[in-house]
């Protein structure tokens, strides 16, 4: 029996050594690079508010997330008085352990994705990051504190509200594709050659505020705003368990960011990627430059910035990153200038292509989103609970559904007259407008409704 | 050989879970019991290759009826119901009716297949690497066979939502 | 997929357990869940025999459960909630006790 089973196990790992590999260098290396995007927040804000941001902590403040990291890992662990000690250690760990599971079904460029070719592909990330939710509630009523079960209660509110807006804004695009599966998504926006956030700008543009929401990001993040109720559910969690929280709320910022990137920028694909081999269209081929290009603008400007800086180290630091950004230039030109020297080898090279470049575009595209995430929080105040409410349940919604409703006639009228790709632009946008017109037409027969309202029992009470 | 490992896994959480959560004197550990639970029914529909049954489970019924349990208990005031008696006086006739119960569907189940001419089917199902996608069939027999439930469905969806905005409204 | 007795039994086990949960418990909150445990051990029955018969039915018919038992959740929680009114002057408050009259 016991050599049945190590012979079981062995042939387990022979078929799922590389997902197992892949799954545990994820969850290993998430912590630094979520540490590192904080960093990345903390100085975008900094710049927006025309200051500079950490620079203590290392060369130009880039060792500041692991001085973050340690002083939370050697924080001391208080659990409040009365609080419930399974609920309040197993809370940070359902946030975590949702957000780490709903990255596994991700796919980074064509190769990259541990949990390979998942039939719900898509569903199967946006159901797993729900689970959160429970983090969430659970934490406030473990803290046995009024405050934290009210941040919680309100937190949670808003991420069901706006959960239903998001996952009708995904259905609208995935009308477009006719599977769930992540590798056909991005095949059919390949297929198209127009990418679905051309096609379904409402769902997009739902999904954006929804995905907002859900990571609560301000502009709504009443919930766990400072001035509001402390830290809303995480007041009573501090140290190892306030830090889990911290990465399970970044780590959702690239789920949301990802899923966004794959069904409506185009995933891991170039822009204009499926004229590769159109006739006519070879011109557009110069974007394959594009990431190289952009690498060594970065290296040149950080060689340019070397002689302004105050300290010998931080001249030696901004020429070790100028190197770095080199040679990862160098890599990612390799496939280009490899298929245009030696167009015999286009077969052999198409593989490392897709993947070097498949992942650039992807990482870039998410980073474009969660700078736009971090823009907001920057620039809009926060928006009072009843207003976030009201948005989510009297405007997105109905919103997104209208949009479900309009796009599928479209596709039909589309498939009628067959049209393809770019044609299709002609019966989405209308349907576009109309959803955004139907929707604005509730909102103001809502207030026309509202303020009537008001006038009546204004009047009974001047009458009274 | 992995199929019984992990239906074993699953099948212990469920069954140990659903038990914990039957017993439990404080109502939040019950609810969390039953989610563990919920959750290792899921792994049980993965296991049977049911894999948009597994997400639907994960979202409607851990992530929808779960959450909307726990915000019922949270308006609950728990320290009174703390101190109060949790099991019914009939509990150990309950009990020995239930048991009961399973001896004889258990039985049942045994002896079936063994008696000739009775029982359940031997079918050998199909093999895992041949079945068609999951989701595309589910979706196919919702819209072309199971039209009309599916509609009669989503009335009914509408009036327990109607239903419960109703009684959630402040008396006027 | 393992012979169909394993799922028969596990569908069992927890149908039992939901059963004995129902009868037994005083709190109206832990009856509903016992409830919902119930309906799980159904879905387990229909999806395990689905995979037996290769019929997607099975599966089908499980969805239809799990939207039912959102809908049942639902409205039975807003009772219990319209039910048990807040507590007033201190009392001792909403408690979701269904009271056993002797």
């Given at each position: 029996m016991m050599n049945a089973a190590l012979q079981a196990t062995l042939e387990f790992l022979k078929l799922y050594w590389a997902p197992l590999l892949c799954g545990v260098a994820v969850v290993a290396i998430l912590p630094l690079i979520v540490g590192y995007i904080v960093l990345v927040e903390r100085k975008i804000m900094a710049d927006m508010q025309a200051r500079l941001g950490p620079m203590r902590v290392g060369p130009h403040g880039l060792l500041q997330p692991i001085a973050d990291a340690l002083k939370l890992l050697i924080k001391e662990d208080i659990i409040p008085e009365n609080a419930d000690k399974l609920v309040f250690w197993l809370a940070p760990v359902l946030s975590v352990g949702a957000g780490l599971l709903s990255l596994a079904g991700l796919a980074i460029g064509p190769a990259f994705q541990i949990a390979q070719d998942i039939n719900i592909g898509i569903l199967f990330v946006v159901g797993i990051s729900a689970l959160g939710i429970f983090g969430i509630v659970l934490g406030g009523w473990a803290s046995n504190s009024h405050y934290s079960l009210m941040g919680a209660l309100r937190s949670s509110a808003q991420l069901v509200s706006y959960e239903t807006a998001a996952g009708m804004a995904l259905v609208s695009a995935l009308l477009f594709t006719g599977s769930l599966n992540i590798k056909s998504i991005v095949e059919a926006q390949s297929k198209e050659g127009i990418w679905f956030v051309l096609l379904a700008p409402v769902a997009f543009f739902t999904y954006l505020v929804a995905s907002i929401a859900e990571t609560n990001r301000?502009?709504?993040d009443l919930p766990e705003a400072e001035s509001e109720l402390v830290a809303g559910y995480m007041t009573e969690f501090s140290g190892f368990r306030w830090s889990l929280y911290f990465l399970a709320e970044y780590t959702n910022m690239i789920v949301v960011a990802s899923v966004a990137t794959t069904l409506?920028?185009?995933?891991?694909?170039?822009?204009?990627?499926?004229?590769?081999?159109?006739?006519?269209?070879?011109?557009?081929?110069?974007?394959?430059?594009i990431p190289t290009l952009l690498l060594v603008a970065i290296a040149a400007y950080c060689v340019v910035r070397t002689p302004k800086q105050p300290t010998r180290v931080q001249e030696l630091f901004m020429l070790a990153v100028a190197g770095l950004c080199f040679v990862v230039a160098l890599v990612l030109a390799a496939p280009v200038v490899l298929r245009v020297i030696k167009p015999s080898l286009r077969e052999a090279i198409a593989p490392f292509y897709a993947g070097i470049h498949g992942g650039f575009w992807f990482i870039f595209k998410v980073s474009l989103y969660i700078y736009f995430f971090m823009w907001l929080r920057f620039t809009i105040p926060r928006y009072r609970f009843d207003q976030l409410m009201r948005l989510g349940w009297h405007f997105l919604i109905p919103l997104s559904i209208i949009n479900v409703l309009l796009v599928g006639v479209a596709l039909i009228v589309g498939a009628h007259f067959q049209l393809h790709g770019w044609g299709l632009l002609l019966v989405t946008t209308p349907a576009a407008i109309v959803a955004l017109v139907a929707a604005f037409l509730i909102l103001a027969l809502e207030k026309q409704h509202d303020a009537r309202q008001e006038q009546t029992a204004a009047s009974d009470f001047y009458a009274g | 050989m992995l199929d019984r490992v992990l239906f074993y896994f699953f099948a212990g959480i469920a069954v140990a879970s659903a038990a914990l959560m039957v017993t439990r004197r404080n109502v939040v550990h019950s609810a969390i019991f039953l989610i563990t639970a919920l959750l290792a029914t899921a792994g049980i529909f993965l296991q049977l290759r049911a894999e948009f049954l597994f997400i639907v489970q994960i979202i409607l019924y851990v992530g929808g009826i779960m959450v909307l349990f726990v915000f019922v208990i949270m308006l609950v005031n728990l320290d009174v119901a703390l101190q109060?008696?949790?099991?019914?006086?009939?509990k150990w006739v309950a009990l020995i009716v239930a048991l009961a119960l399973a001896g004889q569907v258990g039985v049942m189940f045994w002896t079936s297949g063994k008696m000739p001419g009775q029982g359940l089917p031997v079918l050998t199902a199909v093999a895992a690497n041949r079945l068609p996608l999951n989701s595309e069939a589910v979706a196919k027999s919702l819209f072309d066979s199971y039209l009309l439930p599916f509609e009669i469905a989503s009335v009914l969806l509408l009036v327990a939502m109607i239903g419960a905005v109703v009684m959630a409204k402040k008396r006027a | 997929m393992l012979p169909i007795e394993n799922y028969l039994f596990l569908s069992l086990a927890l149908f039992i357990i939901g059963v004995i949960g129902v009868v037994t418990r005083r709190n109206v909150i832990v009856v509903l869940m016992s409830i919902e445990l119930i309906l799980n051990a159904v879905n387990i029955n229909l999806v395990a025999f689905s995979r037996l018969y290769g019929d997607v039915a099975g599966q089908v018919f499980a969805l239809f459960i799990i939207a039912d038992a959102a809908a049942e959740a639902a409205v039975g929680l807003g009772i219990i909630i319209a039910f048990f009114p807040e507590p007033r002057n201190g009392a001792g408050g909403r408690n979701g006790f269904v009271e056993v009259v002797a």
């Open positions: 301000a502009p709504f409506f920028l185009g995933g891991w694909l170039r822009p204009f990627a499926s004229v590769h081999e159109l006739p006519g269209f070879h011109f557009l081929n110069f974007l394959d430059f | 109060q008696i949790q099991f019914a006086r009939q | -």
